[in-house]
């Protein structure tokens, strides 16, 4: 991949994926269908009900770039089949349905008027269709006909709603990459969209991997992206899943960006289009952090130093000391093989007394209590990028 293409996406760090859709009405999950055997007869009837008359993507939008977040992600279709947008080869969409609108168009339009990047995900597997359950080898006809759907749908997507920075499949299990032509469909969408990152969900790596509800570093120069809940167990909109506390969400985030990743952090709306107050809540606490210490997540570098008390991210000659756990008046930063000519607290630029002592530098005289209860960002001023050492006993 050229460097350029996913150049936005290194210095995003920060995006929002957003599940809505038929689900968000039972408020039990986006699996609710599966987990409690709904007949699809039952279950489609919901669309009827599905009349999201305080959707309001602005609103979603701005509450995105309150929390300093830089693209947004839509769950265009999930697993149970319905389409949020409109599509030749289905009726069971929103927009000839209930809601009676194009919610992918409202949403994508948002986003392109605000300079919010936008992706669309799109499940592969569809439960309502027999053919997705028996699969190609017992079903081969069935399975060509789910085939042609699913591909339509995703050239639709990529077709009708202007440029798209993501295209974020899911639920290609247990079939291969050769069972869904994702090569091939790849391809096309790569003609319609050639500047799109596309995630490894379809069965092949293609632009950056997804680790789901934990963080895990990709290999220097791939691109990836941790996605995770608000709530501890569902991204469809569930009443009763308690909020996860801030705190692990922006240390969390922070993680991400020192192992040079992303964090795509979820939301999910109501039925009516609006965003549940505890999510609310957790964004602009995120965007109050973001507002004084973003400057340290945008674009961040990994940095071999060490620490017992957080962890690192780096820009270029600076470098960002994330204290998690306040240890109080003294911090130790180890293996640091350049020269330190500043410190300074990144909320307040107020000077840092340090000191070095071989390859561990020590800033002192700081506060009893953590500055701040999240994460407290200490800026070293190096000679040069940070170069490591590696601890050992001579
Ligand atoms: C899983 C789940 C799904 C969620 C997704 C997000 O694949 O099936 O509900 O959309 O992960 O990563």
Known sequence: MSVERGEWFREARFGMFIHWGLYSILGRGEWVMYLEHIPVEEYSKLSEKFKPTRFNPDEWVSYAKEAGMRYMVLTSRHHDGFSLFDSKVSDYTAPKTAAGRDLVAEFVEACHKAGMRVGLYYSLLDWRWPAYWNGPKRDPEGWSKFLEYVHTQVEEICSNYGKLDVLWYDGAWPYKAEDWKSAELNAKVRKLQPEILINNRSGLPEDFDTPEQHVSFSP????????????EYFWGYCRGDPWR??????????????????????????????FPAGAIRILREIGSWMRVNGESIYGSERCPFSTSVGTFTAKGNKVYVHVFRWPGREVCVAGVGNDVK????LATGEYVKFSKTGSRVFLRGLPARAPDPYDTVIVLELDDKPRGLTFKVE
Do not use: F
Request: net charge neutral; proline share 7%.
């Open 220 to 231: 220097p120069g791939r691109l990836w992206e941790s996605c995770m809940t608000t709530t």
């Open 245 to 274: 506390p801030t705190k692990r969400l922006i240390q969390t985030l922070v993680t991400c960006a020192s192992g040079e990743g992303n964090l795509l952090l979820n939301v999910g709306p109501k039925a009516d289009g609006t």
């Open 342 to 345: 500043d410190a300074y607290m």
